[in-house]
């Protein structure tokens, strides 16, 4: 169960994304810090985890325990959300079967791969 990875840069930290994610939909359940994860919370079957994984770099990961398309419906919206807002200045969206997005310099692009 990888899931789906968004990666946040610039000032962006786990209440804006919290902030991000709560307005696309409440989650079910809530709880942090839990291992690792700042943040972990479960909305519509999807497994939410926020982690502060290098300094300045915020990972949300998105995963489906029904192997449907709610993971990716999850993190595009909210790759989409908070990147329409500071303090993000870059972000990317990866995952397995999934074409890379790049966020930079208000534009989002995809990124070709090999």
């Known amino acids: 169960m990888d899931g789906l990875r968004v990666f946040l840069w610039g000032g962006a930290e786990a209440d804006c994304a919290l902030r991000a994610l709560q307005a696309l939909r409440p989650f079910q359940v809530l709880d942090g810090p839990v291992g690792s994860a700042a943040l972990v919370g479960v909305r519509d079957g999807v497994l939410v985890e926020l982690n502060d994984s290098d300094p300045g770099t915020l990972e949300v990961r998105f995963v489906d325990a029904h192997r449907s398309r709610r993971a990716w419906i999850?993190?595009?919206?909210?790759?989409?959300m908070v990147t329409r807002h500071p303090p993000v200045d870059e972000a990317i969206l990866t995952g397995p079967g999934v074409a890379p997005l790049h966020f930079r310099e208000g534009r989002i692009r995809h990124v070709q791969t090999s």
Do not use: E, L, V
Not at 74 to 80: E, G, K, L, P
């Open 74 to 80: 999850a993190a595009h919206s909210f790759f989409w």
